[in-house]
């Protein structure tokens, strides 16, 4: 309770504050300052910034603010700023979200993830291990959000095998049931997080930075090189995860959770045998990953053009998911409109904001001269980068992720700008550390969710949040030294 009232004390003074650092900004500044529409646009940030670290109101609803202040203060015109909105890395995610949908309506993704979970066998460690593995892939196509909603369920009925009663929060040391109770549940809560690292659809800050990334320099990620930065980068810290909660902090020592292997058993076949739905989005799913992966030999083999890419097949899939008849005389499809009803639309106009005011900021040359400002004070080199991703991991902890990389990319734009180098070397491996947030519940939605279970105390997820930090903070900062260059220089 006293938590609750200190973020509401929070976000009411930040409702006020930011309308006033606004006005104060508008004026003091001066009209000379960097560019004549500067001091304009720093006004717009600082109401924005204010509103989006302190959660306000809607992220959603203060990432509208450009496209009304900017032409209203002579920035920009309207459809200038209205631009952003529409801009091709939306609609990416936007058919992301039509093929998740189609997943989640039909509970194919849940069927993976009981096939892959029953896979590791019945000890504590192989049923933390296997629902790492589920929860990690299914995070790689949906929502991570989504993703920890559905496996908590599953994780719970397990744990009640051996714990009946919750008394995971008494004091003291816990017992080897209690320790895989705990483990399994902080397992969920962080695979959710770092599946979504392996695609540039898994995780909003990742589309965000391509978003970004294409507003700001004209380049594009295709989704087989994200992936071959990602994917190990991923694997790599799930794998310490896993050993980190199973065999440091947390070891269970249970060589059998009796009756688990029945409960899967049971899951899967309350689902019955796979219906015909599911099998068109399976193939819909598997075909649009498939031309993910290997839209460039396809352009450069048979097209010789740049016909496919990672925007016009992600809709091509969502499209299919509405199109697609299940029964042609009963007009059933896989999917139909109203089954959009619950979709995050509201992160799609997020996305729009963001760019919208690293527009506003590029243009009036303030990314240009923080960027400058900061390469002067310093010599650039690999310890560099290290500093850049532990401010980005303790600032991830502290606010949303997607306004963190709304907020610090660009800036890390105008850094690499200055030092003339590639831009991806420097952003992507931030981008990567703004999802690392593993101390706190507030920290990320899955962390919210698992720790609402009961399961986890305070002081275990903060101890194994920040081991788990600085983990990240290594590996993440060596596969910028090595895979990032490898790939993208």
Request: with cysteine.
């Amino acid at each position: 309770m006293f938590g609750e009232r200190i973020f509401q004390s929070a976000k009411i003074t930040g409702f006020i504050l930011g309308p006033i650092l606004f006005l104060l900004v508008y004026i003091v500044v001066p009209e000379t300052f960097i560019s004549p529409v500067a001091y304009k646009v720093l006004a717009v940030a600082a109401w924005i910034i204010t509103w989006w670290v302190t959660d306000a109101i809607s992220f959603s609803v203060t990432a509208l603010l450009p496209l009304i202040l900017f032409p209203l203060l002579g920035v920009m015109s309207a459809p200038k700023a209205a631009a952003p909105y529409a801009n091709p890395i939306i609609f990416l995610f936007m058919g992301g979200f039509f093929i998740a949908l189609a997943l989640e309506k039909h509970r194919l993704h849940e069927r993976i993830a009981l096939n892959l979970i029953r896979l590791t066998g019945t000890s504590g460690n192989g049923i933390i291990l296997g629902f790492m593995i589920a929860t990690a892939f299914i995070s790689m196509w949906i929502s991570n959000t989504a993703t920890a909603m559905m496996m908590l369920p599953i994780a719970v009925s397990v744990i009640k095998l051996i714990i009946p009663e919750k008394n995971m929060l008494a004091e003291g040391r816990l017992s080897g049931e209690q320790n895989f109770a705990l483990g399994l549940m902080l397992a969920v809560g962080y695979a959710a997080t770092l599946g979504g690292l392996a695609t540039i659809i898994g995780t909003p800050p990742n589309v965000v930075f391509i978003g970004l990334l294409n507003e700001f320099n004209g380049q594009q990620i295709p989704f087989g090189d994200w992936m071959l930065v990602g994917v190990p980068v991923s694997l790599a810290l799930i794998i310490a995860n896993y050993f980190i909660v199973t065999r440091i902090l947390f070891p269970n020592k249970l060589n059998n959770v009796q009756g688990s292997a029945q409960l899967i058993r049971t899951r899967l076949t309350e689902l019955g045998p796979m219906q015909k739905e599911e099998k068109l989005v399976l193939v819909i799913f598997s075909l649009t990953s498939f031309f993910w992966i290997l839209q460039q030999l396809f352009n450069e083999v048979i097209f010789r053009t740049e016909v496919l890419n990672d925007t016009n097949i992600a809709m091509a899939g969502g499209l299919l998911m509405f199109i697609v008849p299940v029964n042609l005389k009963e007009a059933r499809f896989i999917l139909h409109w109203e089954d959009t009803r619950n979709m995050a639309w509201g992160i799609l106009i997020l996305f729009g904001g963001g760019l919208c005011l690293a527009e506003g900021m590029a243009q009036a040359k303030i990314i240009e001269a923080v960027g400058s400002w900061i390469v002067s004070q310093t010599e650039f080199n690999s310890w560099f980068v290290l500093l850049l991703i532990v401010v980005t991991v303790v600032l991830s902890e502290m606010m949303s992720n997607v306004a963190l990389v709304n907020i610090f990319i660009p800036v890390v734009f105008g850094i690499a700008q200055g030092l003339n180098m590639n831009p991806v070397l420097l952003a992507l491996p931030i981008t990567l550390a703004a999802s690392i947030g593993f101390m706190f519940p507030i920290a990320t939605p899955p962390n919210a969710i698992v720790f609402s279970s009961g399961y986890i105390r305070m002081k275990d997820m903060v101890r194994a949040g920040l081991l788990l930090n600085i983990v990240s903070i290594i590996i993440i900062w060596v596969a910028s030294i090595t895979l990032v260059q490898w790939v993208f220089e």
